[in-house]
């Protein structure tokens, strides 16, 4: 071995056009010894060689035959979804066609959309209340929070629907005035307060109120008590840590579940059927038992929800969206920037780079 090295290491360097003639003869040498640096990163007897050169070489891109093989088989399968979604006349597509957009469906979507807004606000602010009396100091405003939401999340909500319908039986009239005196600024009857209407939007508050008030609970506490104690340290003001530290950074760990929570109370108000309330679902069952038509106004009522839970998720992802401008540098791309991205990428070549191609 150092009989063989010493006269490459005495060796005068090669001049550039006499190194790329004699590649050929010295490529084997190099591939058959035992040093495998490159030509660019090689000792100093290399110092005289042409640094290689790979663009000629062939691109070759990366094979994933399971990936195309899972992709077809989906296809597959969505394409049979479709074409029985299509062709099966038991749908009855043309009987759901006219019910989707007839008034009486619009007028049921309309109070499913206005008990979903007022209990879901109302919801929300009690749940931040909530949080924010789990977490103080306070023995009884900790005691009282958690005693609400452990009894409104441990019974179900139809239960609670008409437990709030049937509270005419327990108290005949509902008063206001000073706890263990006769004196009152407001008194009526409890079935002239407690409507279908009251009934139901009492049920579904209180309900997502439990719920709510641990998500933004859980969302608090996710943020980093070191800032908190650096913000302090910095003399900022309680109110302006709470606003402009924690609940920006809390809003990233609160926002995917809370969608999903008015997703899920979309869904719920369908449970108001049971009071005879005509929202949605309720509307729907009044008229399949008039048309024997059942199977139809349930798809008129599920493409509703559909509709409205999609609206709700594209919110959602743009809402998220902005929220998380703190935790990356760069924001995901929306679906129309990626779009744009896949037509430029995928585009066909430009003259100029056909003419370029063809004269390598």
């Known amino acids: 071995m150092s009989s063989t090295a010493t006269p490459v290491a005495q060796s005068a360097p ?14 084997p040498a190099e591939v058959a010894g035992p040093a495998t640096t490159p030509p660019e990163t090689a000792g100093p007897g290399s110092a005289g060689r042409k640094a290689a050169d790979y663009a000629d070489y062939r691109l070759v891109p990366a094979r994933h035959p399971w990936r195309w093989v899972g992709t077809a088989v989906v296809a597959l399968g969505v394409a049979g979804i ?15 066609a006219p019910w989707f957009t007839a008034q009486s469906i619009v007028n049921g979507l309309l109070e499913t959309l206005k008990l979903t807004a007022i209990s879901g606000a109302l919801g929300f602010i009690l749940g931040f209340i909530l949080a924010l009396m789990r977490l103080s100091a306070s023995p009884l405003l900790v005691s009282v929070s958690w005693t609400f939401s452990w009894i409104f999340r441990s019974t179900p909500l139809l239960v609670q629907m008409l437990l709030w319908y049937n509270l005419g039986y327990l108290y005949e009239k509902i008063s206001l005035g000073l706890p263990f005196t006769d004196v009152r600024f407001f008194e009526a009857q409890t079935t002239t307060l407690i409507s279908q209407f009251a009934a ?5 508050t ?11 609970r859980g969302g608090i506490l996710s943020v980093d008590q070191g800032q908190l104690e650096a913000a302090t340290a910095l003399g900022i003001p309680a109110w302006r840590r709470s606003t402009r530290i924690v609940l920006p950074q809390a809003m990233r760990a609160i926002l995917p579940t809370a969608f999903n929570e008015v997703i899920g109370l979309v869904k719920g108000t369908s449970i108001v059927y049971v009071l005879a309330y005509s929202e949605l679902f309720y509307t729907v069952q009044v008229i ?29 992802y743009y809402i998220e969206r902005h929220y998380s401008k ?22 066909p070549a430009t003259r100029e780079t056909t003419q370029e191609r063809g004269t390598r």
């Open 14 to 27: 090669v001049p550039a056009s006499a190194g790329v003639e004699s590649a050929p003869e010295t490529a």
């Open 82 to 96: 479709a074409w029985s979604l299509a062709t099966n006349p038991r749908w009855e597509w043309g009987v759901v």
């Open 200 to 204: 139901a939007v009492l049920g579904l």
């Open 206 to 216: 209180l309900n997502q109120a439990a719920y709510s008030a641990e998500i933004i």
């Open 288 to 316: 399949y038992n008039r048309t024997q038509q059942v199977l139809p106004l349930l798809l008129v009522a599920t493409l509703w929800y559909v509709v409205i839970t999609s609206v709700l998720s594209v919110f959602q």
């Open 326 to 347: 703190g935790a990356v540098r760069t924001l995901p791309l929306t679906p129309l920037q990626k779009a744009r991205k896949f037509l430029a990428t995928h585009a």
